[in-house]
């Protein structure tokens, strides 16, 4: 086997089927909604004008936190669909 010919067989040929999302649609409210909330904790962090305020030292940072933990939830949230895949209910044939 020539060089040339090894290296057109070891090329991927396209695929033609079609490759599951890999996030749901509830996924991205999920997400969209954590990085509101972020954006949300930064606002209040800009708004507030004393450094050491109560709304800037106390509560943004707890809402970017928040938002964090939305987004992380949002990614490792597993597809409805398949949850309803895996677990069969076993049949009874009579």
Known sequence: MTKQQFKKSRRKKPSTEQQP????????????????????????MYLESEVRGFWSLYV??????????VVAYSIMKKRGDLDQHTQTEPSTAE
């Open 60 to 69: 943004s940072p707890v809402v970017v936190l928040a938002g964090f933990g």
């Open 21 to 44: 999302m890999l996030f749901d649609t509830s996924n991205y409210i999920w997400m969209a909604g954590g990085v509101g909330l972020i954006l949300l904790g930064f606002l209040i």
